[in-house]
C-alpha cells in the first residue's frame, strides 16, 4: 500500500479508536435512565462507524485481496443503527450479546491478522484468547449480571479503543523511523 494508502487507513483506525473510546466511556459511566438516553448516541455511533469502515474497504482496496471484513462490519453498523430507530428497548436487552458478538468478530480478525504474520508475538495471542473468552462469557451471561457485562463491555471498549490507538501510533512511528533520510 502506497503512502497516502497508510495515511487513510491510520487515519481511519485513529477516527474507529476514537468513537470506541467515546462509547466505551459513556456505556460504562451511564445509569439506567441515561443509557435509556443514549439512543441518538447508539445511532450516529453505529452510522459514523459503518461508513467509516465501508469507505476503508473502498479507499484500502481490500476487495482485490479477497479481504472482505471491512465491507462485513461496515454493513453490520448501518444495520444496527437503522435496527435501533425502531427497537431501542428491544437493543438495550440485548446489548452485551451484541456486544460479545462484535468482540467475537473483533477476535476473529486479531486471529486472521495474527496467522498471516511472519512475527507472532505471544502477546498477541494471549489478547486473542481473552477476548474470546470474555465475548464467551459475555453471551452466556444470565440476566441478573446483565448491568455489571453492560458495563464491563463499556471498560472492554475503552481498552480496545486505546490497543487500537497505540498500535497505529507505534506503526506511524515504525513508518517514519524506516523512511530514509534524505539530505
Known amino acids: ?19 470506541l473510546f467515546v462509547l466505551g466511556f459513556l456505556i460504562l459511566f451511564s445509569d439506567s435512565i441515561i443509557m435509556n ?3 441518538i448516541v ?14 476503508n474497504f473502498i479507499i484500502t482496496k481490500d476487495y482485490k485481496n479477497n479481504q472482505y471484513i471491512n ?3 461496515g454493513t453490520i453498523n ?18 452485551p450479546q451484541l456486544i460479545s458478538i462484535f468482540a467475537i468478530i473483533i477476535g476473529i480478525t486479531f486471529l486472521i491478522d495474527y496467522l498471516n504474520k511472519e512475527n507472532k508475538p505471544k502477546l498477541d495471542l494471549l489478547k486473542i484468547l481473552l477476548l474470546v473468552i470474555y465475548s464467551l462469557f459475555l453471551i452466556c451471561q ?17 481498552v480496545l479503543s486505546l490497543y ?11 513508518q517514519k523511523e524506516q523512511k530514509p533520510k534524505r539530505k
Open 78 to 95: 448501518i444495520w444496527s443503527s437503522l435496527f435501533i430507530i425502531n427497537n431501542y428497548n428491544l437493543f438495550l436487552k440485548v446489548l
Open 42 to 55: 447508539f445511532i450516529i455511533f453505529f452510522l459514523i462507524s459503518g461508513l467509516i469502515s465501508l469507505v
Open 164 to 174: 487500537v490507538l497505540t498500535k497505529t501510533v507505534l506503526e506511524i512511528t515504525n
Open 1 to 19: 500500500m502506497g503512502q497516502v494508502g497508510d495515511t487513510m487507513k491510520h487515519l481511519i483506525e485513529i477516527l474507529q479508536a476514537l468513537l
Open 142 to 158: 444470565p440476566l441478573e449480571l446483565a448491568t455489571l457485562y453492560t458495563k464491563l463491555s463499556g471498560l472492554g471498549f475503552i
Open 71 to 73: 465491507l462485513i462490519i
Open 37 to 39: 438516553s443514549l439512543k
